[in-house]
């Protein structure tokens, strides 16, 4: 049972500039990615979008990091099995390590890793770059999940309202979940006298970025239909950043909007990480 030499694993180049949804070349690369997960479980993927110095940089940091003492190392504890230190583990072959870093991707979450690891002298250059890398192996995780969900014509319907609010009410099925600014998903639990209300975008950078637009999705189980009735509020003209909203711990972070606008620009970039920073982001 070695490896036999006719098969290989699929190589797709994920770095294309092209990979514009709804292109050809787009859903081409789909069914591709579809394909080499369906028959291989796994593909390699052509990624440019971390650098040659990226690479370096954050092999040279993971050696810098686990050259540190091993007590030191132990303190990377976390709730989640495997999340936290793992050395001399019983199921692990010997001489493995491994240090997770919860919600990578988060500046808040970069930097307590490191003012763990190095708590008295901090360590710059190994936040940025974890955090970097992070950010950019992220950007490839959500683009095959995309790729994987449309190439199966299934709906990711994670998403957060372009309107100023909404307002849902909905029958007693369940199904509706926000997800928290950590990553958490909360199901809303419906009552006839309950409504919810819900921050968009418009709200968002109406707030100069105080207000949260909650990504949300609906998430069904079971036969029983569910019904969900949606008020989306609009404004006509341009939506002013109050002044009040602006100052030296709260910097303009938005443009002056045309609200209709955004929608539309919604509509011909729906995954922009967020619509509102893309169309009138400062
Ligand atoms: O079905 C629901 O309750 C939510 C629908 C929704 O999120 C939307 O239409 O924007
Ligand atoms: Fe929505």
Known sequence: MGVKPQHKIP??????????????????????VRQALEEYGCFVATYDKVSP??????????????????????KNISDKPYFGYIGNHPLIPPLHESLGIAN????????????????????????????SYARRVSELEKMVKRMVFESYGVAENVHTDKSFLTILH???????????????????EPLPSSFLVMAGDALLAWSNGRIYSAPHRVVMSGTKPRYSLGLFSYHDGTIEIPHELIDEQHP???????????????????????????????
């Not at 797709?12 to 070349?25: A, E, G, Q, V, Y």
């Not at 990578?104 to 936040?127: I, K, R, V």
């Not at 909905?170 to 809303?188: A, P, R």
């Open 11 to 32: 190589t797709i180049n994920l770095s294309k500039r092209n990979l514009i949804s709804s292109t050809s070349s787009w859903l081409s690369t789909c069914d591709e």
């Open 53 to 74: 110095q990226l690479h370096d940089s954050i092999f040279g940091e993971a050696k810098e990091l686990f050259d540190l003492p091993t007590d030191v190392k132990m």
């Open 104 to 131: 990578s991707t988060t500046l808040e979450a970069a930097q307590s890793f490191t003012n763990l690891m190095w708590p008295s002298s901090g360590n710059d250059h190994f936040c940025e770059t974890v955090l």
């Open 170 to 188: 909905q029958n007693e099925v369940n199904g509706l979940e926000i997800e928290t600014k950590d990553g958490d998903w909360i199901g809303f």
């Open 252 to 282: 303009l972070q938005f443009k002056s909007f045309d609200h209709y606008g955004l929608l539309n620009y919604f509509s011909t970039a729906p995954n922009a990480d967020s619509t509102a920073k893309a169309y009138c982001g400062v």
